[in-house]
């Protein structure tokens, strides 16, 4: 019988050379306009502008581009880059099921290699859906216990990165497919401590994936092997980063059943266990024009790996506040939104917030800890000083597949983000040009 890796690769064999569903390739291209969206204004942070500094000295050879710093690399120094930074700002996607970021990983490395080896906007279109396809599946039949240790957008993602990578440098040919992930399962890395502090590691997990997908499909290219059977053997994957993997969800669907079009496009920039969360006291404060003075408590319950990963009762700098529940939801209260500017230092000391907070109070319910990671909702309890209680159900994100933005909703959000960085002019420009990626070449954007 076939390994697992045996059948995702015949399976991104065939679809990197033929034609792919409209529309997949609308929901693919969904996807790299919002991958652009999140990366610009990680070009703007640390670490990915530290990074940039620390290779300093590469910079200026090769062909893949390192938007946003107006700068070349070869294509795993600017998969490293580009991915560490596009996972920066969290406004990145998700596929939920998974618990997992794929565009970060996946993009950043098949954009690298797309430019250099000069392919067209509809391979390069190809190779970002199975790179989605592939890694979405590994990391949804190592859940729930997989998250429990271990960020899957540094462990999933390789498989992301290594399969668009294979795509690009041998279409069609399952043999080197096969190879690059099996060679990258044994550098899928990436544990959650890392976002429970103030650290910077939490994005390196996302340019570590695709710097190891760029390396692992090169290498496979030219005829470097590994083992097929390292996702479920004795001592594979499966075995030592989960508590028994469902092998089954990795095959199930492939090639017809499209997980990219099932992608969660975040509307907030922050955390996105909150999101369920901050939608529902969203909806209360629109249907009911709650203003914060007017509040005695909030009260939110949702499912325990929001609290896990989310609980921070007391941030103190910005990537904390991220994850915090508290913030995020008082941040939401007291302006209606938490986008890029809900984590400057005004916001930050706010003292509108701060009070706020102090009245936030929230909860694991065991029925939506159970439907984890399917399920992301919330419950939202508004308790007025006037003694009216409020209450909304959120029972997905505004962004997942149950609501999903639409192209207007992206786009916007597009313009908001990139044109800081870029400027109108060429953030327009470059937004018609992803829509229309799959008649161009992907040299032809305008990136640097």
């Not at 204004?41 to 500094?53: A, D, F, Q, S, W």
């Not at 938007?67 to 580009?82: E, Q």
């Not at 916007?412 to 018609?432: N, W």
Request: glycine share 10%.
């Amino acid at each position: 019988m076939s390994t697992i890796l045996t059948q995702l690769a015949e399976y991104g064999a065939r679809d990197a050379k033929r034609a792919l569903p409209d529309a997949v390739i609308h929901h693919a291209k969904r996807a790299v306009v919002d991958w652009f969206a999140a990366l610009y204004p990680g070009t703007r942070m640390e670490p990915g502008t530290l990074l940039v500094k620390a290779h300093a000295r590469e910079l200026g050879f090769g062909s893949s581009s390192l938007p946003g710093f107006n700068a070349k690399a070869f294509p795993a120094t600017a998969a490293w880059i580009n991915g560490s930074a596009s996972h920066t700002a969290e406004f990145d996607d998700i596929y939920k099921d998974a618990a997992y970021h794929p565009g970060c990983p996946t993009i950043a490395a098949a954009l690298a290699l797309a430019e250099d080896r000069k392919v067209s906007g509809r391979d390069f279109l190809n190779a970002v859906t199975i790179g989605y396809e592939i890694s979405t599946r590994i990391g949804a039949a190592v859940q729930p216990s997989h998250y429990k240790y271990f960020h899957t957008t540094g462990t999933a993602g390789c498989f992301g990165g290594a399969a668009a990578g294979a795509a690009l440098l041998a279409p069609g040919n399952a043999q080197v497919m096969l190879h690059a992930l099996a060679t990258v399962t044994t550098f899928a890395s990436g544990l959650q401590q890392a976002f429970r502090s103030d650290a910077m590691t939490k994005p390196l997990h996302a340019g570590h994936a695709a710097m190891m997908g760029v390396q692992a499909a090169m290498a496979a290219a030219e005829g470097v092997t590994g083992v097929a059977d390292m996702l479920e053997g004795d001592a594979g994957f499966g075995a030592a980063l989960s508590d028994g993997a469902n092998w089954e969800t990795a095959t199930r669907g492939i090639g017809s059943d499209y997980h990219i079009t099932r992608v969660t496009q975040k509307n907030h920039g922050c955390c996105g266990h909150t999101f369920a969360a901050i939608d529902a006291v969203l909806a209360l404060r629109a249907s009911h024009g709650i203003r914060p003075e007017d509040i005695e408590t909030i009260g939110v319950a949702t499912y325990q790996p929001a609290l896990d990963v989310a609980g921070n009762l007391d941030p103190v700098t910005a990537q904390e506040a991220k994850f915090s529940l508290p913030y995020v939801l008082a941040h939401a209260m007291v302006h209606g939104s938490v986008r890029l500017d809900a984590f400057g230092a005004d916001r930050l000391g706010d003292a509108r917030i701060r009070s706020l907070m102090q009245r936030t109070h929230i909860a694991a319910d065991v029925q939506l800890t159970a439907a984890f990671p399917q399920q992301r909702a919330a419950r939202a309890t508004i308790l007025l000083k006037d003694g009216r209680k409020l209450e909304f159900f959120a029972p997905c994100r505004k962004g997942d597949p149950e609501a999903p933005l639409t192209d207007g909703e992206i786009n916007a959000k597009f313009d908001e983000l990139a044109t800081p960085v870029i400027g109108g002019g060429q953030a327009a420009r470059l937004r018609g040009q992803l829509w229309q990626l799959e008649h161009l070449q992907v040299t032809d954007l305008t990136l640097v």
